[in-house]
């Protein structure tokens, strides 16, 4: 295989509804570079209809990887970008985005990138982007906001291909990214920090989902999140000891 402009990017459809929309985004990853995709929910591979409009990436379509749910399509995913319409303002911290034109350079990172689209009708759950490190959209009318499913994946991997595609095969970085599970790890302790403070019920949910989206949008390196764990495990056992002299 020659040139692969992006090896580490993985597409993941949830629960997509027409067959033969998965049948355009396996065409759309071979036109852009990505050869991974994944599907929640049915098996969409033989269907014939996918097949005939997969055209000539037959073999993107055949080799999808079909999943249960989106956990574990995400399990061995470093970073899970998702894309959503659906925009909650500022007041919004589980669907705070960032602009498509904002998202960095999936070959500057060394992990693999999982960029994550939901169903036609309803798309993502939010219990589905709290599982993602990130969520973005893209700009359109505000008359018609909504693309199809293939629409969104094609515009999406084109931005990515026009501004981040490589003339020469990726060079792997020494600089190892973040895993999932070290992640979740920092996660647990900053959590444990905010169930001890004194802030009103409905805040304790919201303070942990802005932690989450700060380390989702900040492409941590490994030694990076290590180094934070740490110091969060330490204010974790500080608040700890004062909270049992205080009792």
């Not at 993985?10 to 985004?25: D, H, Q, R």
């Not at 019920?201 to 989206?213: D, G």
Request: glycine fraction near 8%; include cysteine; charged fraction near 20%.
């Amino acid at each position: 295989m020659g040139l692969v402009e992006f090896p580490n990017l993985i597409v993941v459809l949830v629960g997509p509804e027409n067959p033969g929309n998965v049948g355009f985004v396996a065409r759309a990853l071979a036109n852009f570079g990505v050869h991974e995709l994944r599907l929640v929910g049915e098996d969409y591979r033989q269907n014939q209809y996918a097949q005939m409009l997969s055209v000539h990436a037959n073999e993107i379509l055949n080799e999808a990887g079909i999943y249960e749910n989106l956990g574990s399509a995400l399990a061995d995913i470093d970073v899970a970008w998702a894309a959503t319409a659906r925009a909650g303002g500022n007041l919004s911290v589980t669907r705070a985005l960032v602009p498509l034109s904002e998202l960095p350079d999936p070959n500057a990172l060394a992990g693999r990138i999982g960029l994550v689209f939901g169903r036609e009708s309803t798309g993502l759950l939010n219990e589905e982007m709290t599982l993602c490190d990130l969520a973005f959209t893209i700009p359109t009318s505000k008359e018609y906001p909504s693309l199809n499913l293939s629409h969104a994946v094609s515009i999406v991997l084109y931005h990515l291909f026009s501004k981040y595609a490589p003339k020469s095969p990726r060079k792997i970085s020494e600089i190892r990214a973040a895993t999932y599970q070290e992640r979740e790890q920092v996660y647990k302790f900053f959590d444990n920090v905010v169930d001890q403070l004194s802030l009103k019920e409905h805040k304790i949910p919201i303070a942990k989902q802005v932690f989450r989206n700060l380390l989702g949008r900040a492409y941590m390196t490994g030694r990076e999140v290590a180094t934070l764990t740490g110091v969060v495990r330490r204010i974790n056992e500080l608040v700890k000891g004062r909270k049992k002299l205080e009792d």
